[in-house]
């Protein structure tokens, strides 16, 4: 099992014009897709304020509204070809899509399209008409100020991205870059960006270490030095973002900002990803995180904030291709984290953060007679102080298996300081960063309450164990009897 970093996302409102924040993208193909109300929960439990839609859907736009979370909507590729050749067609898809919604809810970007010049060749020649349709309707409005149009481009339209200063966009697209960029700059866009360095790594022939990739710390005689600036890169994100000012300043565009639109790394791959893992993705995202809220910029543009939109929220288990593709998210639909970040050393924006905020709780769907063994266990050789679960105390409510095992087992793994493997019990507990505490039911761990402070030395049962505890025979009826907490606590207290 890989091991869990502590987790707690948060994006950043922007304190000063300039300064970088981090969104996440909210793909929909999802198994059991949460409720509209029940993904804006989540984004407010997270402090999530950035977000960006791959379509403009009412019910999800409406969930946003009174929100302040600042929102990029998206014209699907499937409706480009329509709104790039009907001046009409555009203004009534801003008309639904934005006017209706705004100011309500803080839509800021329209994305037209993804990845059109490599993935949808045939709608490339409308493109900027597209976006110069939706600007004009947005003028008519009076909203092109606080809404820029821009459209998100893979990394591929570049040639020859390292060295960076060598890199230029693909000749054939010189028809439809051009204008393109003429268009961003006359309305103070961005270009926006899909960044992966995880493809790049992959890429048949690559010769990326891995550590470069995922922007671990680098000896200096192990930096990329581009040759014809003399410019050190640590990392693989910078190489591309400036790969891209380069490419733009060779067709003469030096003053258009780059808004990073996807980037992340999965969290599980198939035989032939074996680097898409649970570590890895959080090593990754964890330390992007840190790298865009520091404004360091990139070496080409020190300085310059490079704010980026992680790929994405939820794990997305309905689209097709390799595993990877099903496991990019950094929550499951249920709302439970899919693995945990660690955002220590992020900056002063971090000092009063809450990255411990993580619980042990029952799964929703797990056996009745594992959540007994996990319960018997956590009050047995876990060591732990049942005694809230007594009748007529605080966590007596409600009285059944699940909820005082829920409250058992999360004991056990603060006490255990949220160790690899301390929240298992089974296959029947998870991780996640929801305070389960409810009323006067304070949860171990909620805000710095760490519950009991005795240290065990025993790992709860992992799947792999067999014995579960013997202590059932004293429960029932969903709650411990007094005689077994009480000897339990004395038998601890003398340890």
Not at 60 to 89: E, F, H, K, W
Not at 223 to 228: F, K, L, Q, R, T
Request: charge should be negative.
């Amino acid at each position: 099992m890989a091991l869990l970093i502590i987790f707690h996302l948060l994006a950043i409102f922007v304190p000063a014009l300039g300064d970088a924040f981090i969104g996440v993208n909210i793909g929909t193909d999802v198994t059991n897709m949460p409720s509209p109300t029940e993904v804006v929960t989540l984004l407010k439990a997270q402090g999530i304020q950035h977000v960006r839609l791959y379509d403009a859907d009412r019910a999800m736009l409406r969930a946003l509204a009174n929100t302040g979370i600042r929102v990029i909507v998206s014209v699907p590729n499937d409706q480009l070809l329509g709104i790039g050749q009907s001046n009409a067609t555009a203004a009534n898809w801003v008309a639904r899509n934005v006017i209706a919604h705004v100011p309500a809810t803080n839509i800021t970007a329209i994305a037209v399209g993804s990845e059109v010049l490599t993935s949808l060749t045939n709608a490339a020649p409308v493109l900027v008409s597209a976006l110069k349709f939706l600007q004009a309707a947005l003028v008519a409005a009076n909203l092109d100020q606080q809404i820029k149009v821009s459209t998100p481009h893979s990394s591929s339209v570049m040639v020859n991205s390292f060295p960076p200063s060598q890199a230029f966009f693909n000749k054939s697209w010189d028809p439809v870059m051009v204008p393109l960029l003429k268009f961003l700059q006359s309305t103070g866009s961005y270009l926006m960006l899909n960044v992966y360095p995880y493809y790049d790594f992959m890429k048949p022939g690559a010769v990326i270490p891995l550590d470069y990739a995922l922007f671990r710390p680098l000896p200096p005689n192990k930096e990329a030095i581009d040759s014809n600036t003399l410019l050190h890169y640590t990392n693989v994100f910078d190489a591309v973002v400036d790969a891209a000012y380069f490419a733009m300043s060779y067709l003469n565009f030096t003053n258009i900002p780059i808004l990073v639109t996807e980037s992340g790394w999965p969290s599980k791959g198939d035989s032939s990803e074996p680097d898409a893992t649970i570590d890895n993705a959080s090593t990754y995202n964890s330390n992007l995180i840190r790298h865009v809220l520091n404004n360091s910029g990139t070496p080409k543009q020190p300085g310059i904030a490079i704010s980026s939109y992680i790929y994405e929220l939820y794990n997305e288990d309905l689209r097709t291709g390799p595993v990877s593709e099903n496991n990019w998210g950094l929550f499951y639909a249920n709302g439970a984290p899919v693995y945990t970040l660690h955002l220590t050393n992020a900056g002063t924006v971090f000092a009063n953060d809450t990255t411990n905020q993580t619980f042990c709780v029952a799964k929703s769907n797990a056996d009745t007679k594992l959540l007994q063994a996990a319960l018997d266990w956590a009050c047995g050789p876990g060591k732990v102080d049942c005694s809230s679960l007594l009748q007529g105390q605080p966590c007596y409510d409600p009285n059944n298996v699940a909820a005082h095992a829920t409250y058992a087992i999360n004991a056990y793994y603060q006490q255990m300081a949220k160790s690899a493997g301390t929240c298992d019990f089974k296959g029947v507990a998870s991780v996640t960063t929801t305070n389960p505490s409810h009323g006067s039911c304070i949860f171990p761990g909620s805000y710095g309450k760490n519950g009991s402070s005795i240290n065990g030395t025993e790992l709860a049962p992992s799947t792999n164990s067999t014995n579960s505890g013997c202590l059932s025979q004293y429960y029932n009826g969903g709650s411990l009897t007094s005689s077994l907490i009480l000897t339990l606590i004395l038998s601890v207290a003398v340890l």
